[in-house]
């Protein structure tokens, strides 16, 4: 049974720091390209970062981009997302993802990131 479990989310003041963390089950991880979406209250969800098996290509949704880093350890079966300088407008649900051509994306339950004073 595959499972994605995502963990690290809660309250942060803004220009603060978060680091989320997801660990994988019941596939192979380390063939999969590992990603983070968020979605907001009354938004589509959008990607935050991606990073391939190799870990030797990454990709940024616009807004995080020199803020959000996102890596992975094969070994472990986890992938990370370390958020900083967050803001008001990072607030979301996040949702780790497994990702692999011609099979459906693999999804955790999202873990909620709220960003406020």
Do not use: H
Not at 1 to 30: A, D, H, M, N
């Amino acid at each position: 049974q595959v499972q994605l479990v995502e963990s690290g989310g809660g309250l942060v003041q803004p220009g603060g720091s978060l680091r989320l963390s997801c660990v994988g089950s019941g596939f192979t991880f380390s063939r999969y390209t590992m990603a983070w979406y968020r979605q907001a209250p009354g938004k589509e969800r959008e990607l935050v970062a991606a990073l391939n098996s190799a870990r030797d290509y990454t990709i940024y949704g616009d807004s995080m981009k020199g803020r959000f880093t996102i890596s992975r350890d094969n070994a472990k079966n986890m992938v990370y997302l370390q958020m900083n300088s967050l803001k008001p407008e990072d607030t979301a649900v996040y949702y780790c993802s497994a990702l692999r051509p011609g099979v459906p994306n693999y999804w955790g339950q999202g873990t909620q990131v709220t960003v406020s004073s």
